[in-house]
């Protein structure tokens, strides 16, 4: 009889245990790796739920799959059994990527073809000190850019 007694009481504790299933999760953006705010969670065969401020989304009870949508990301629909503790979405593409504009100034006074214009003089040519500036040699950040300039160039003429 006591044997009876504690099959039924382990069955009675496995029943509550799924009745009373859980499921957390938290959902990441796959490029920044931040939590994403807002996310709606649709979960089959009931109801939806969407993310907190740090991106986690709690389902009560049972369920076969959810899907996750947000505007601006790739929607992710996963079976249970694949379901993780960290989920991860995926932008869509419609970011720019990063362009770098290099512009030159043009020199007043010339055209292309190297002549004069008219109303306009040639800048005189100095001597090698007139060029020399003391305070422009201590310009650490002028050196920096302009350093920068020149390694961008390279990788572009190599390019």
């Known amino acids: ?3 009876i007694g504690s099959i039924l009481t382990l069955l009675a504790l496995i029943y509550a ?7 957390t999760a938290v959902v990441f953006d796959m490029e920044t790796r931040r939590q994403i705010e807002g996310v709606k969670v649709s979960i089959n065969p009931h109801g ?8 986690r989304f ?3 009870g049972e369920f ?17 059994s694949d379901l993780r503790d960290t989920l991860w979405m995926l932008p869509n593409g419609r970011r720019l990527d990063e362009i770098i504009v290099i512009g030159y100034r043009p020199k007043i006074g010339f055209k292309i073809d ?18 020399f500036d003391f305070f422009d040699q201590l310009n650490f ?5 302009r350093k920068r300039r020149g390694k961008i160039k390279e990788i572009l003429d190599e390019y």
């Open 58 to 60: 709690v389902i009560n």
């Open 64 to 80: 076969h799959s959810v899907t996750l949508s947000r505007q601006g990301y790739e929607s992710l629909s996963l079976a249970r």
């Open 17 to 23: 245990d799924v009745c009373s299933a859980q499921f």
């Open 114 to 131: 190297g002549k004069p214009l008219k109303g306009f003089h040639t800048p005189k040519k100095r001597g090698l000190l007139d060029n």
């Open 141 to 145: 950040k002028k050196k920096k850019q």
């Open 48 to 55: 939806t739920t969407t993310t907190d401020k740090r991106g």
């Open 1 to 3: 009889m006591t044997r």
